[in-house]
Nanobody, 124 residues
């Protein structure tokens, strides 16, 4: 059974960097065809995809957040980390990490495992 667990500060000050880690158990982040995503949901709004790191270490980010986003992986700990710089109160959200299986851009099985989510509040 694959499990994902988000961890990190629940409160971040404006202009600082938000850093969250997702620890994966029950499966390796380097297993072929798996993509490890970060998604967020601001209060009262819908889900917003942030970006992913693939099983091979490649990354891809939402164009709207690309300039402030970095996702990295630590294969020794089976973790991947999100960093979002220069945060504002608009970055307040529940942040989720997920697993997605995709053979190609045209053959996407979808996201099958999600973490429980962690609320990050941006406030001074």
């Amino acid at each position: 059974q694959v499990q994902l667990q988000e961890s990190g500060p629940g409160l971040v000050k404006p202009s600082q960097t938000l850093s969250l880690t997702c620890t994966v158990s029950g499966g390796s982040i380097t297993t072929n065809y798996y993509y490890w995503n970060w998604i967020r949901q601001p209060p009262g709004k819908g889900l917003e995809w942030i970006g992913y790191i693939s099983y091979s270490g490649s990354t891809y980010y939402s164009p709207s957040l690309k300039s402030r986003t970095s996702i990295s992986g630590d294969t020794s700990k089976n973790q991947f980390t999100l960093e979002l710089t220069s945060v504002t109160p608009e970055d307040t959200a529940v942040y989720y990490c997920t697993r997605e299986k995709k053979f190609s851009d045209y053959d996407d099985v979808g996201m099958d495992y999600w973490g429980k989510g962690t609320l990050v509040t941006v406030s001074s």
